[in-house]
């Protein structure tokens, strides 16, 4: 047997298995890094999360991957040049962070790395019959393995695709083996550059949950900030909290297919960017508004369309427990937005869970990783969107 492979085999024998879970989500902030403690799997699957930090990315390296990001035309060199740069960063990252905490790199099982994605196509985007959905993430593994020297897995959604659904929301899985609850109803909702969540029944059971994106989190605001503010987001909603609500440009702004379609779907940045804005707002007739307005509008927006998908899901007087993980549930007014618009609802956070809110959905690759390492039991029924397989490519470091 090569070697490598018994390695492979060994250190998935392990009770115990150390496993760094990342993800850099379409809000390019970072490089979220949870080192992970794992045993067992399935719905046995307990983790503990040692270590977590976001690895910053310099304004540089974050320029050059917006030059390649969500866009469909781009510098196909480039493309391929940052397949392998964006993975020297992340190992880099990795790195620093092991040493940091004082671990050294063969203490570590495995890395699960969910890459940078570039671009989510999935038919309700493309609207092209004879092409399936699709959705590309680089930062390669192979990279990631020889530069850190950590067998590492990777590119988790091309699987998922394979298998019918979408390429997203993995959260499903993982929510499911980490959050679900005897008798308790939960909603899991992580808020990032679009906002997504999963429905877990206290039934416990797995035919029955669903996870879906419901549209923007924070990312139109974030590109708005960019753009006009040259700053990277609105730190605390300060400029939304200095303007109001435009409800002609709202109600434009959810005039939009993609809220029509059923559950589960997902989205991203290539329908909600600047473009979707400056339309909705030509349509509305509000270019000349003042920019916080923009952007208290932009708040409201995320509010109301988070808030309708649950709505939707669990009726207008919707009363579950509501446990919030991402960026944007450090956003005062967008929270302060969801709690009056659902009022039924009691909102916490994945902290109570014992995950802490910025690194959860890092924790989220971490076990997937581990299911198709030691799991891979877990039957998730028939439905279209939630496949039961297991996910991500295994790269060897030597
Ligand atoms: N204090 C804060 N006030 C307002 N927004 C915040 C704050 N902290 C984080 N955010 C938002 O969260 C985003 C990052 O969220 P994250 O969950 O990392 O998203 P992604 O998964 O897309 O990377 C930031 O870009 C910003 O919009
Ligand atoms: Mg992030």
């Avoid at 390296?61 to 040049?81: P, T």
């Avoid at 905490?101 to 196509?121: C, L, M, P, R």
Wanted: hydrophobic residues 40%; proline residues 3%; charged residues 20%.
């Amino acid at each position: 047997m090569n070697p490598q492979i018994e390695k492979l085999y060994t250190k998935a024998n392990k009770a115990k298995r150390l496993i760094i879970g990342l993800m850099s989500g379409t809000s390019m902030d970072g490089l979220d890094i949870a080192l992970c403690s794992v045993t067992g799997s399935g719905i046995k699957t307990n983790i503990e999360v040692l270590e977590f930090k976001t690895g910053d990315f310099s304004d540089d390296f974050r320029a050059k991957i917006k030059a390649v990001f969500s866009k469909r035309q781009v510098d196909l060199q480039l493309v391929c040049l940052m397949n392998e740069h964006i993975a020297n960063v992340h190992a880099a990252l990795i790195n620093e962070a092991l040493s940091e905490w004082g671990y050294k790199n063969e203490d570590v099982d495995f890395i699960a790395s969910h890459g940078q994605t570039i671009f989510h196509a999935p038919k309700s985007l493309h609207k092209m019959d004879e092409y399936p959905n699709g959705t590309l993430q680089i930062g390669d593994g192979d990279h990631i393995a020889v530069k850190t020297g950590i067998i590492t897995l990777s590119d988790f959604r091309q699987k998922h695709l394979a298998a019918g659904g979408e390429g997203a929301p993995l959260a499903v899985y993982g929510d499911f083996l980490m959050f679900s609850k005897q008798d308790e109803d939960r909603v899991m909702l992580n808020i990032g550059g679009i906002a997504n969540f999963t429905y877990l029944p206290g039934s416990l059971n797995a035919n029955e949950i669903f996870s879906t994106d419901v549209g923007p989190g924070n990312t139109l605001m974030d590109q708005y900030m960019q753009q006009h503010y040259n700053q990277f987001y609105d730190k605390n909603a300060t400029t939304a909290l200095a303007g109001e609500l435009n409800k002609e440009l709202l109600s434009t702004l959810l005039d939009c297919d993609f809220f029509e379609v059923g559950f589960p779907k997902t989205t991203g940045p290539e329908l909600f960017n600047l473009d979707y804005l400056v339309n909705a707002q030509k349509k509305s007739s509000t270019e000349n508004i003042e920019k916080e307005n923009v952007m208290a509008t932009l708040c409201h927006f995320s509010a109301e369309t988070i808030s309708n998908a649950i709505k939707k899901c669990f009726g207008n007087d919707a009363s579950a427990y509501i446990f919030m993980s991402g960026g944007g549930m450090h956003n005062p007014l967008l929270v302060r937005l969801l709690k009056s618009k659902l009022p039924n609802c009691i909102f916490s956070t994945t902290s109570d869970l014992n995950i802490h809110p910025d690194a959860k959905e890092a924790v989220l690759f971490a076990v997937l990783a581990n299911e198709t390492l030691c799991g891979g039991q877990i039957n998730f029924g028939e439905r279209q969107g939630v496949p039961s397989i297991c996910m991500g490519k295994i790269s060897l470091p030597e």
